[in-house]
């Protein structure tokens, strides 16, 4: 089956940002994936967040794997750089690029297959080591491109399109990102761009690893009753933490702040994010009061989406390694081979 390529015309009174792109400079090549399916809602989100950041196409890198949500890199920034990798090894190739070059904006795109089963030792490593990344899972719960069987993070109960009833515990990416070490941790909803794309901007601008778990129902294999991850349930479900919002130029705030209120996160690069806050026990710098609050909310039956955890100090790999400013790929010889002497003296501290 082929597909026409997107027209090159672009209507005239389409917006432009600072750079002088259109929305439409950021997509990518016609879906192939189910029509409705919520992996298309992200592609959507990301290409809104990359526009209204004025990012240049070229400073992006996009990684995935294998999968239904890994063949989404193909539907947006079609100007970007781009590499689909072996299943579940995205972000060891992500991490190989990122200490090659720093000055990339690194979007990971994965799914629940290819990030909680076979590459689950990949995920866990990128968040502790804090690879400077916007890691997205694309959540829906099965395999998408094998028919619809039950992925790692189904949840126990939930009935399969065809009845099965899933006796697995779920893997939770969310909980186990925050106890990895990840310094920027949001769930969302691919039906809620309103509160999708400001997680992405946020986390885009956030220095380390952020990472968004991005519940997205597979109209083809689990958006039926009986299914935790379809669109009906996951909006009767939904409990928001949070309203969001990214802005520039606003002074710090203090962190303890009333219920309504908002909170203006300073992020690395001096951008803000504010946050409105809902719950009077809930604080996002609070790593393990965000676990706890997770593992309540899941017992109650809701899916807690919003920002769930920011550091207000993060640190990437590259400051834990304590890596030169300038990308590795841009040095010559003399700056990377040590000489005789340096290499006796390190020889030297090893016997």
């Not at 065809?162 to 969310?174: F, K, L, Q, T």
């Amino acid at each position: 089956m082929t597909f026409l390529p997107k027209p090159k015309l672009h209507h005239p009174a389409l917006g432009h940002n600072a750079l002088g792109y259109t929305r439409r400079d950021y997509e990518g090549a016609i879906s192939t994936l189910c029509a409705g399916c919520g992996h298309d809602s992200i592609s959507a989100a990301i290409v809104r967040a990359c526009f209204e950041l004025d990012l240049p196409p070229h400073r992006i890198a996009k990684l995935s794997g294998i999968g239904c949500s890994s063949k989404t890199p193909t539907y947006f920034l079609g100007a970007s750089h781009g590499f689909n990798s072996v299943h579940g090894r995205m972000p060891s190739v992500l991490t190989g690029a990122n200490l090659a070059n720093r000055e990339l904006i690194y979007l990971g795109v994965s799914g629940d297959g290819d990030s909680a089963s076979i590459g689950i030792g990949q995920f866990a490593h990128a968040m502790r080591r804090s690879v400077n990344m916007v890691y997205i899972v694309e959540n829906n719960g099965v395999y998408g491109l094998t028919k619809g069987q039950f992925s790692a993070t189904s949840d126990k109960g939930a009935k399969s399109k065809r009845g099965v009833v899933n006796s697995d515990e779920p893997i939770d990416m969310v909980g186990m990102a925050l106890q990895l070490g990840a310094t920027f941790v949001a769930r969302s909803f691919s039906g809620d761009k309103a509160q999708l794309v400001p997680l992405i901007e946020a986390a885009i601008r956030h220095q380390g690893a952020a990472f968004i778990d991005c519940i997205s129902p597979c109209v083809a294999f689990n958006n039926h009753e009986g299914s935790t991850k379809s669109y009906d349930f996951v909006r009767d479900h939904n409990q928001a933490v949070n309203a969001l919002d990214v802005i520039e130029g606003r002074e710090e705030i203090t962190v303890d702040y009333a219920p309504g209120t908002v909170e203006m996160v300073q992020q690395h690069d001096g951008s803000w994010l504010r946050l409105r806050k809902l719950a009077d026990e809930y604080d996002v710098h609070d790593r393990v009061a965000a676990m706890d609050y997770m593992h309540r909310r899941h017992a109650a039956g809701e899916i807690v989406t919003g920002l769930l955890y920011v550091d207000p100090a993060p640190h990437d790999l590259h400051g834990m390694l304590h890596t030169v400013d300038a990308p590795f790929n841009a040095l010559d010889d003399a700056a990377l081979v040590p000489g005789a002497a340096a290499l006796e003296k390190i020889n030297a501290g090893l016997r």
